[in-house]
């Protein structure tokens, strides 16, 4: 499997979120994983990030917030230029989707986990 460098907005320090296991499965299957979460804390030993940090070559973005708090991260995310936006389960956002194809952004509304469990992430 390629290895993608991924940013997961939404991670949370709770292990029991589908956020925290992303980034964990992320790191387990050894692509670099940026979380960007609002608590702070760290999964799997790496630090969640608080903020909208600039990152170079972009693979993945995968959400797991609701649609109307990733409203304040539209231009964020779309100035990073990820090749994919990944909308997880509860993620699902048609305006923002159009808006990432727009921009020549590849859009999936699937589950993280799945993905890569099946191996087609």
Known sequence: MEKKKTMVIGASPNPERFSYKAVSLLNYYQHTVIPIGIKDGEIDG???IKGKPNVADLHTITLYLGEKRQVEYY???LSLKPK???FNPGAENIELLKKAEQG????TEN??????NAGIF
């Open 46 to 48: 790496i630090e969640i």
């Open 75 to 77: 231009d964020y995310i």
């Open 84 to 86: 994919r936006i990944i």
């Open 104 to 107: 020549g952004i590849e859009v």
């Open 111 to 116: 589950c993280t986990l799945v993905m890569l």
